[in-house]
């Protein structure tokens, strides 16, 4: 079973629709979350770091719940360039580094269409 | 945000020769970088972590001897591709960690081995 697990998509949304990603991590012994996004041959950006009372940045929502293991990602409002590859990212509890390792879903790839 | 950076942006090499990659931090002082690498159409994998003053620590399957990795300064880590063949053909991403929970990426170096 993979570390993280993301639809991979693609998911190709009308401009102004709302989107969710999902995103489940196998070691409970994870300790921070994050969203990132990754454009075409460009390296990752911070979105948002994601808690377990859930957090919003303007149309960004972000969703932890620990007992299932679960992430989500909610996108409100979409705009054209919110088209990228979102990658769930979980801190701590690798299989073989210690706290500090950050690992990466495959991502998931939304395009929004005019 | 912080700035990382990366260079060369992009090589093309022979096979056989080796190639260094410069990752440093530009406003801040990062005490430990990461090296991911990317093949396309997958996630960033953790290649090693590489600590200021001391040696690299690898992840599993990475081989240390191959991909050399110097952490000479607080603010310039260099990876080493040693004697590249065409499957070291990937798209390496360095990053360095500023405080606890935050990693800022380099924007890549895309590495083709002819």
């Known amino acids: 079973r993979k570390e993280v697990e993301q639809d991979p998509g693609p998911f190709n949304v009308p401009e102004g629709a709302t989107v969710a990603f999902n995103c489940t991590y196998s070691?409970?012994?994870?300790?921070?979350f994050f969203w990132y996004r990754q454009d075409c041959r460009k390296e990752p950006k911070l979105l948002m770091s994601?808690?377990?009372s859930g957090n919003e940045d303007g149309r960004f929502t972000a969703q932890l719940n620990r007992a299932s293991q679960y992430i989500s990602l909610l996108i409100r409002d979409s705009k054209l360039s919110d088209s990228a590859t979102y990658l769930c990212?979980?801190?701590?509890?690798?299989?073989?580094?210690?706290?500090?390792?950050?690992?990466f879903g495959t991502g998931t790839r939304l395009t929004i269409i005019p | 945000g912080a700035v990382v950076s990366q260079h060369p942006s992009w090589v093309i090499c022979k096979s056989g020769t080796s190639v260094k990659i410069e990752c440093r931090s530009l406003d801040f002082q990062a005490t430990t970088m990461f090296w991911y690498r990317q093949f396309p159409k997958q996630s960033l994998m953790l290649m090693a972590t590489s600590n200021e003053g001391s040696k690299a620590t690898y992840e599993q399957g990475v081989e240390k001897d191959k991909f050399l990795i110097n952490h000479a300064s607080l603010t310039l880590s260099t990876l080493t591709v040693t004697s590249a063949h065409p499957e070291d053909s990937s798209f390496y991403i360095c990053?360095?960690?500023?405080?606890?929970?935050?990693?800022?990426f380099g924007p890549g170096t895309r590495l083709t081995v002819l």
């Open positions: 994601v808690y377990s």
């Open positions: 990212v979980v801190k701590g509890g690798g299989s073989n580094f210690g706290n500090e390792k950050l690992t």
């Open positions: 990053s360095a960690e500023q405080g606890k929970d935050t990693q800022y």
């Open positions: 070691n409970s012994a994870s300790q921070s």
